[in-house]
């Protein structure tokens, strides 16, 4: 599983900034966002888009609608 490798600094997994998309979609599964995965990878969301300022509110609220959704992924964008 995903989680097993985010404290490994040998693997890529250790650094979102250089996750692909399919590294992503991984994340967004292991958050219970699988509803929001054919956006993500339309929009080729990676770990360096994930984490960027270009990432806002308004682009966001285009792939994840509800405002719940929104507020749980910003908490667990935090925690990476």
């Known amino acids: ?3 097993v490798f985010l404290d490994d600094p040998n693997t890529s ?3 979102p900034w250089i996750w692909s998309i399919e ?3 991984g994340w967004l599964q292991q958050n219970n966002f699988q ?3 054919d956006k993500f990878r339309d929009e080729k969301i990676d770990g360096a888009t994930l984490l960027s300022d270009g990432l806002d509110d308004s682009i966001l609220k285009e792939l994840m609608p509800p405002v719940k959704q929104r ?3 910003k908490e667990a964008l935090i925690k990476l």
């Open 71 to 73: 507020v749980l992924f």
């Open 23 to 25: 590294q992503v979609i």
């Open 13 to 15: 997994l250790a650094n």
């Open 35 to 37: 509803a929001y995965i």
């Open 1 to 3: 599983m995903l989680h």
